[in-house]
């Protein structure tokens, strides 16, 4: 696929997402990206927070079923 192409597919994309929430999110994703990455916003410590959850992602035992995470969650919101 052309750079165009892909472009082009990414704007269509966008045009068919109405979430808010979700276009902000991408849009402050695109902007630290195109602003040479996010490795240049954190500190060294967040870096290492970072690759150090990554290592435990993966780790099988460390992980929790969405649902479980989602049952959690939902508790969390009618408190």
């Known amino acids: ?17 109405n979430d808010i929430e979700l276009l902000e999110n991408y849009f402050e994703g695109l902007s630290i990206s195109a602003n040479k990455g996010l490795e240049n916003e954190l500190s060294e410590e967040g870096k290492n927070e970072i690759l150090q959850a990554y290592a435990e992602s993966e780790i099988e035992t460390n992980l929790i079923d969405n649902d479980e995470v989602m049952e959690k969650i939902s508790k969390w919101l009618q408190k």
Do not use: T
């Open 1 to 17: 696929m052309s750079i165009s192409e892909l472009k082009n597919n990414f704007h269509s994309l966008i045009e068919e997402i």
